[in-house]
């Protein structure tokens, strides 16, 4: 092939034609590859883990406008590519340039009216699914549940008996005799029924108000069922709040990488009947 | 010739004492009971779902071993040892070991001399990444990879140190550096024996990691057995 191309060389026309075959091969190339790139997506290959979530249904019906509009977007701008490739391949050197009316300045102006509508459209859409979790008030019988992250795993506390979570003493945290809250049982009354464990247990179609804070650095809190996933701040407390619909055991991971043993910070959430689960925190605060 | 006659003097009397050392119990012992009193912090069982492999390995879940109590109260994993009286000794040439198992430490407390070669093993499936915390002597952590070289150390100063594991929190032991090799730690009824203790004053110290350290001091004269118990307050938080 480059023997061919150096022999044809002094021939401009040749070299026009050859220019011209491998514009068009890329414009193929390019449609190919657009096209595959589109199957797996549009045919549902990447199928999401089953939602359990009240708001989950907005969440992925945001993703799927997002991937609709991206992908149109995408698909189209590829194939105007490989047209404008394969249109414009062979032409003839000396042929004259032609532009679309308006020139650059109009170009830039419909790309910025274009992607800015694009943006608007996904925000104005996609504002019910962010304002249902981040917008709005738990209920007040919301059962509280508090998250600690810290290297390398999770702990959560549960208000014992008296239905208050006791105030924490960041130095009376104590690993080995599992104060991971940093809890003062000896003075604080309120302290001696908290229920501190390393599983997040929780009663089925009960809302649940998660209030998250870290021990040390930065981590996030991500269960793909419940579609949530948030980061925990240090010196922030923040706080979510949402309703498991179906029983079961998920992960919880760390999606924020937090140091040496992040690969390895995880804790199961059981998603439990109400019995069950009423079971389950009065053996537990036996425990404490 | 007199410098010569000297050393050999000298070299018997070495030797003498060598033998007195060594000739089975000679000197006395200073036994006893170590016990609480009160009521001892609950231990909580540990929940380690997070690590699979470690979690199978324990059929009901371990507690914490921050107290460990025995029958009648005694009190256990206490180290009791000569803390003044007698001499500083060099270390003894065999390792002290310590080991990750089923994400615990296996002793919860260990107790070692000063300069003894510590041994520190992995026989998990998975990473630990050991953290001893002391003060006076340097601190280090190391990642310990499942199937990978014991992590051979030493201190070279006499101290409690808290060890815990960065990867695994609830993960926690203790190693004792001590300056004499009269030391013991009370497993079970609570009971401890220092032997070959040769006549003098001493100063016997019982080193809790929740409940501090009582010392009481001991008059030895001959080969005479001595009592020596220690009680701690124990309380419920």
């Given at each position: 092939?480059?023997a ?12 026009s ?32 883990p ?53 020139g ?32 709005t ?23 014992g ?11 009376k ?63 922030l ?13 998920y ?30 925190l ?7 | ?9 000298g ?33 909580k ?27 009648g ?16 000794e ?41 953290h ?40 926690h ?42 010392s009481?001091?001991?008059?030895i ?17």
């Open positions: 092939m480059a061919v191309g150096l022999a044809r060389r002094d021939s401009k026309w040749l070299k034609k050859e220019a011209g075959a491998m514009g068009k091969f890329f414009a193929v190339i390019l449609v190919v590859i657009t096209l595959a790139s589109a199957y797996p997506i549009v045919t549902h290959k990447f199928v999401q089953e939602d359990i979530s009240t708001h989950g249904h907005a969440i992925d019906e945001q993703l799927a406008d997002t991937m609709a509009e991206g992908g149109f977007a995408f698909v189209g701008a590829q194939l105007l590519l490989a047209f404008f490739v394969w249109k414009f391949s062979s032409r003839k050197d000396g042929s004259k340039v032609t532009h679309l009316p308006g650059a300045k109009l170009m830039v102006a419909t790309a910025f009216i274009l992607v800015g509508t694009e943006v608007l459209a996904l925000g104005v859409l996609g504002q019910k699914a962010w304002a249902d979790v981040y917008f008030s738990p209920k007040p019988d919301a059962l509280q549940v508090q998250a600690q992250a810290g290297q390398f795993a999770f702990y959560f506390r549960y208000p008996a008296d239905g208050k979570f006791a105030p924490l003493h960041p130095d945290i104590d690993e080995g005799n599992q104060n991971y809250f940093g809890l003062d049982p000896a003075n604080d009354v309120e302290a001696r029924d908290d229920i501190v464990t390393a599983e997040m247990t929780i009663p089925v179609n009960r809302e649940i108000h998660l209030l998250m804070h870290a021990k040390d650095v930065g981590h996030s809190f991500y269960v793909r069922e419940l579609r949530i996933q948030q980061d925990f701040v240090p010196g407390d923040l706080s979510l709040h949402f309703t498991a619909t179906k029983t079961g055991k992960e919880i991971v760390c999606t924020q990488l937090c140091g040496l043993g992040h690969y390895n910070m995880k804790a199961y959430l059981n998603v439990l009947p109400q019995d069950e689960f009423e079971k389950w009065k053996d537990r605060a036996a425990e404490q | 010739m007199r410098a010569k006659l000297g050393y050999i003097v070299l018997a009397a070495l030797a003498a004492c060598a033998v007195i050392v060594h000739a089975g119990p000679s000197g006395g012992t200073v036994s006893g009971k170590v016990t609480y009193e009160g009521t001892p912090a609950k231990q069982p540990i929940d380690m779902s997070k690590e699979p492999s470690c979690a199978k390995q324990h059929a009901t879940p371990i507690t914490t071993e921050t107290v460990v109590t025995g029958p109260n005694a009190l256990d994993n206490v180290v009791v040892y000569v803390s003044a009286g007698a001499p500083d060099g270390a003894p040439s065999q390792a002290a070991k310590f080991e990750q198992k089923g994400c615990q430490y296996i002793p919860h407390v260990l107790a070692f001399q000063v300069n003894q070669t510590l041994e520190i093993a992995n026989a998990d499936q998975t990473s630990h990444n050991i001893p915390l002391p003060k006076v002597n340097r601190e280090w952590n190391k990642s310990q990879p499942p199937g990978s070289a014991p992590i051979v150390d030493k201190y070279d100063k006499p101290e409690f140190i808290p060890v815990k594991c960065n990867i695994h929190p609830w993960m032991g203790n190693f004792a550096v001590l300056k004499n090799s009269h030391y013991a730690i009370t497993e079970g009824e609570g009971g401890f024996s220092l032997a070959n203790l040769p006549p003098g004053k001493y100063t016997i110290t019982a080193w809790h990691e929740s409940y501090g350290d009582q009481q001091d001991v008059t004269s001959g080969n005479e057995p001595k009592t020596v118990n220690f009680v701690f307050k124990a309380k419920p938080y």
